[in-house]
T-cell receptor
Framework: QKEVEQNSGPLSVPEGAIASLNCTYS??????FFWYRQYSGKSPELIMSIYSNGDKEDGRFTAQLNKASQYVSLLIRDSQPSDSATYLC?????????????FGKGTHLIIQP | DVKVTQSSRYLVKRTGEKVFLECVQD?????MFWYRQDPGLGLRLIYFSYDVKMKEKGDIPEGYSVSREKKERFSLILESASTNQTSMYLC????????????FGPGTRLTVT
Protein backbone atom coordinates (compact mmCIF):
# COMPACT_ATOMS: atom_id res chain seq x y z
CA GLN A 1 0.00 0.00 0.00
CA LYS A 2 1.21 3.45 -0.85
CA GLU A 3 1.63 5.76 2.11
CA VAL A 4 -1.20 8.15 1.20
CA GLU A 5 -3.95 7.23 -1.25
CA GLN A 6 -6.70 9.31 -2.77
CA ASN A 7 -9.30 8.70 -5.43
CA SER A 8 -8.18 10.76 -8.41
CA GLY A 9 -11.74 11.61 -9.47
CA PRO A 10 -13.06 13.69 -10.98
CA LEU A 11 -15.59 14.12 -8.23
CA SER A 12 -18.55 16.14 -9.48
CA VAL A 13 -20.77 17.92 -6.92
CA PRO A 14 -23.63 20.35 -7.54
CA GLU A 15 -23.26 23.89 -6.28
CA GLY A 16 -24.49 24.29 -2.72
CA ALA A 17 -24.04 20.62 -1.83
CA ILE A 18 -21.44 19.05 0.48
CA ALA A 19 -18.28 17.80 -1.18
CA SER A 20 -16.59 14.91 0.61
CA LEU A 21 -12.97 14.10 -0.13
CA ASN A 22 -11.29 11.06 1.36
CA CYS A 23 -7.76 9.86 1.96
CA THR A 24 -6.34 6.66 3.46
CA TYR A 25 -2.85 6.18 4.81
CA SER A 26 -0.40 3.52 5.86
CA UNK A 27 1.25 2.95 9.23
CA UNK A 28 4.31 4.97 8.26
CA UNK A 29 2.28 8.14 7.94
CA UNK A 30 0.93 9.37 11.23
CA UNK A 31 0.49 12.13 13.73
CA UNK A 32 -0.48 15.01 11.48
CA PHE A 33 -2.35 15.52 8.24
CA PHE A 34 -2.81 18.42 5.92
CA TRP A 35 -5.17 19.31 3.11
CA TYR A 36 -3.96 21.47 0.24
CA ARG A 37 -5.97 23.00 -2.57
CA GLN A 38 -4.33 23.38 -5.95
CA TYR A 39 -5.83 25.29 -8.85
CA SER A 40 -4.71 24.35 -12.33
CA GLY A 41 -1.26 25.79 -13.08
CA LYS A 42 -0.83 27.08 -9.52
CA SER A 43 1.03 25.79 -6.46
CA PRO A 44 -0.62 23.98 -3.53
CA GLU A 45 -2.21 26.18 -0.92
CA LEU A 46 -2.70 24.92 2.63
CA ILE A 47 -6.34 24.96 3.75
CA MET A 48 -6.54 22.66 6.80
CA SER A 49 -4.37 20.75 9.22
CA ILE A 50 -5.46 18.12 11.75
CA TYR A 51 -3.48 16.27 14.41
CA SER A 52 -5.96 14.44 16.65
CA ASN A 53 -8.93 12.16 16.18
CA GLY A 54 -12.23 13.84 15.49
CA ASP A 55 -13.39 16.86 13.57
CA LYS A 56 -11.85 20.26 13.01
CA GLU A 57 -13.91 23.03 11.47
CA ASP A 58 -12.79 26.19 9.73
CA GLY A 59 -15.52 28.12 7.95
CA ARG A 60 -17.03 25.93 5.25
CA PHE A 61 -14.29 23.32 5.68
CA THR A 62 -14.25 20.39 8.12
CA ALA A 63 -11.36 17.97 8.40
CA GLN A 64 -11.98 14.59 9.99
CA LEU A 65 -9.34 12.18 11.26
CA ASN A 66 -9.90 8.56 12.27
CA LYS A 67 -6.61 7.00 13.30
CA ALA A 68 -8.11 3.58 14.08
CA SER A 69 -9.39 3.28 10.51
CA GLN A 70 -6.47 5.21 9.03
CA TYR A 71 -8.44 7.70 7.05
CA VAL A 72 -8.72 11.42 6.88
CA SER A 73 -11.41 13.37 5.08
CA LEU A 74 -12.27 16.90 4.06
CA LEU A 75 -15.85 18.14 3.87
CA ILE A 76 -16.69 21.32 2.00
CA ARG A 77 -20.13 22.69 2.82
CA ASP A 78 -22.14 24.94 0.53
CA SER A 79 -19.79 24.14 -2.36
CA GLN A 80 -19.02 26.99 -4.72
CA PRO A 81 -17.70 26.90 -8.30
CA SER A 82 -14.52 28.52 -6.93
CA ASP A 83 -13.93 25.33 -4.92
CA SER A 84 -13.27 23.47 -8.18
CA ALA A 85 -9.64 22.39 -7.87
CA THR A 86 -7.43 19.43 -7.06
CA TYR A 87 -7.23 18.63 -3.35
CA LEU A 88 -4.05 17.05 -2.02
CA CYS A 89 -3.93 15.08 1.20
CA UNK A 90 -0.57 14.92 2.97
CA UNK A 91 0.64 13.13 6.06
CA UNK A 92 3.71 13.49 8.18
CA UNK A 93 6.03 10.63 7.25
CA UNK A 94 7.63 9.33 10.42
CA UNK A 95 9.85 7.06 8.30
CA UNK A 96 11.21 9.90 6.21
CA UNK A 97 13.78 12.47 7.05
CA UNK A 98 13.64 16.09 8.04
CA UNK A 99 9.92 16.37 8.68
CA UNK A 100 8.92 15.32 5.24
CA UNK A 101 5.31 15.12 4.17
CA UNK A 102 4.01 12.31 2.01
CA PHE A 103 1.43 13.54 -0.49
CA GLY A 104 -1.40 11.73 -2.18
CA LYS A 105 -1.83 12.30 -5.91
CA GLY A 106 -4.90 14.43 -5.35
CA THR A 107 -8.62 14.36 -6.05
CA HIS A 108 -9.98 16.57 -8.83
CA LEU A 109 -13.15 18.25 -7.60
CA ILE A 110 -15.65 19.87 -9.96
CA ILE A 111 -18.49 22.00 -8.60
CA GLN A 112 -21.29 22.20 -11.14
CA PRO A 113 -23.22 25.51 -11.19
CA ASP B 1 2.22 35.54 6.31
CA VAL B 2 4.79 33.06 5.16
CA LYS B 3 6.25 33.97 1.86
CA VAL B 4 8.14 31.61 -0.40
CA THR B 5 9.36 33.04 -3.68
CA GLN B 6 10.91 31.36 -6.69
CA SER B 7 13.18 33.05 -9.18
CA SER B 8 11.13 32.40 -12.31
CA ARG B 9 7.54 31.43 -13.14
CA TYR B 10 8.41 30.15 -16.60
CA LEU B 11 11.74 29.03 -17.98
CA VAL B 12 12.76 27.57 -21.33
CA LYS B 13 16.18 25.92 -21.63
CA ARG B 14 17.98 23.81 -24.18
CA THR B 15 19.12 20.23 -23.68
CA GLY B 16 22.53 20.10 -22.01
CA GLU B 17 22.32 23.52 -20.39
CA LYS B 18 23.02 23.99 -16.70
CA VAL B 19 19.89 25.34 -15.02
CA PHE B 20 19.58 27.11 -11.69
CA LEU B 21 16.26 27.43 -9.86
CA GLU B 22 16.27 29.57 -6.76
CA CYS B 23 13.92 29.68 -3.80
CA VAL B 24 13.80 32.16 -0.95
CA GLN B 25 11.68 32.08 2.20
CA ASP B 26 11.26 34.90 4.67
CA UNK B 27 10.02 33.07 7.79
CA UNK B 28 13.26 31.69 9.22
CA UNK B 29 12.20 28.11 8.45
CA UNK B 30 14.76 25.38 9.08
CA UNK B 31 13.48 23.00 6.41
CA MET B 32 13.33 23.59 2.70
CA PHE B 33 12.21 21.22 -0.04
CA TRP B 34 12.28 20.86 -3.81
CA TYR B 35 9.54 18.89 -5.56
CA ARG B 36 8.59 18.30 -9.13
CA GLN B 37 5.01 17.74 -10.16
CA ASP B 38 3.92 15.89 -13.27
CA PRO B 39 0.42 14.88 -14.41
CA GLY B 40 -0.56 11.51 -12.99
CA LEU B 41 2.59 11.27 -10.86
CA GLY B 42 1.78 13.78 -8.17
CA LEU B 43 4.37 15.61 -6.13
CA ARG B 44 7.76 13.91 -5.98
CA LEU B 45 10.47 15.00 -3.59
CA ILE B 46 13.83 15.72 -5.22
CA TYR B 47 15.93 17.02 -2.33
CA PHE B 48 15.42 18.60 1.05
CA SER B 49 17.53 20.50 3.51
CA TYR B 50 17.12 20.81 7.27
CA ASP B 51 19.90 23.29 7.91
CA VAL B 52 22.43 25.46 6.15
CA LYS B 53 24.83 23.37 4.08
CA MET B 54 22.87 20.21 4.94
CA LYS B 55 21.02 18.29 2.27
CA GLU B 56 19.32 14.95 1.88
CA LYS B 57 18.18 13.09 -1.21
CA GLY B 58 14.52 12.65 -1.78
CA ASP B 59 12.81 10.11 -4.00
CA ILE B 60 14.16 11.26 -7.37
CA PRO B 61 17.55 13.02 -6.95
CA GLU B 62 19.17 11.74 -10.15
CA GLY B 63 20.18 14.55 -12.48
CA TYR B 64 19.79 17.22 -9.80
CA SER B 65 21.89 18.83 -7.12
CA VAL B 66 21.13 21.46 -4.50
CA SER B 67 22.84 24.20 -2.55
CA ARG B 68 21.94 25.90 0.68
CA GLU B 69 24.52 28.49 1.65
CA LYS B 70 22.10 30.67 3.63
CA LYS B 71 19.13 29.67 5.74
CA GLU B 72 16.61 31.53 3.62
CA ARG B 73 17.80 30.34 0.21
CA PHE B 74 17.69 26.89 -1.38
CA SER B 75 18.80 26.36 -4.95
CA LEU B 76 18.09 23.47 -7.29
CA ILE B 77 20.61 22.79 -10.05
CA LEU B 78 20.06 20.74 -13.16
CA GLU B 79 23.61 19.86 -14.15
CA SER B 80 22.78 19.03 -17.77
CA ALA B 81 19.13 19.60 -18.58
CA SER B 82 17.28 16.88 -20.44
CA THR B 83 13.83 16.83 -22.00
CA ASN B 84 12.54 14.46 -19.30
CA GLN B 85 13.18 17.21 -16.77
CA THR B 86 10.44 19.32 -18.31
CA SER B 87 8.10 19.79 -15.37
CA MET B 88 6.64 22.08 -12.74
CA TYR B 89 9.16 22.64 -9.95
CA LEU B 90 7.88 23.58 -6.53
CA CYS B 91 9.84 24.82 -3.55
CA UNK B 92 8.46 24.57 -0.02
CA UNK B 93 9.59 25.42 3.49
CA UNK B 94 8.55 24.51 7.03
CA UNK B 95 9.55 24.68 10.65
CA UNK B 96 10.82 21.52 12.33
CA UNK B 97 8.25 19.26 13.94
CA UNK B 98 5.31 17.15 12.88
CA UNK B 99 2.75 19.85 13.55
CA UNK B 100 4.22 22.28 11.06
CA UNK B 101 2.86 22.73 7.60
CA UNK B 102 4.86 23.12 4.43
CA UNK B 103 4.33 26.34 2.52
CA PHE B 104 4.86 26.36 -1.20
CA GLY B 105 6.26 28.92 -3.58
CA PRO B 106 4.43 29.78 -6.83
CA GLY B 107 6.32 27.19 -8.85
CA THR B 108 8.56 27.31 -11.92
CA ARG B 109 7.30 25.77 -15.13
CA LEU B 110 10.50 24.53 -16.83
CA THR B 111 10.52 23.44 -20.45
CA VAL B 112 13.64 21.77 -21.85
CA THR B 113 13.80 21.65 -25.63
Amino acid sequence: QKEVEQNSGPLSVPEGAIASLNCTYSDRVSQSFFWYRQYSGKSPELIMSIYSNGDKEDGRFTAQLNKASQYVSLLIRDSQPSDSATYLCAGFDSGGGADGLTFGKGTHLIIQP
Amino acid sequence: DVKVTQSSRYLVKRTGEKVFLECVQDMDHENMFWYRQDPGLGLRLIYFSYDVKMKEKGDIPEGYSVSREKKERFSLILESASTNQTSMYLCASSLTGFIYEQYFGPGTRLTVT
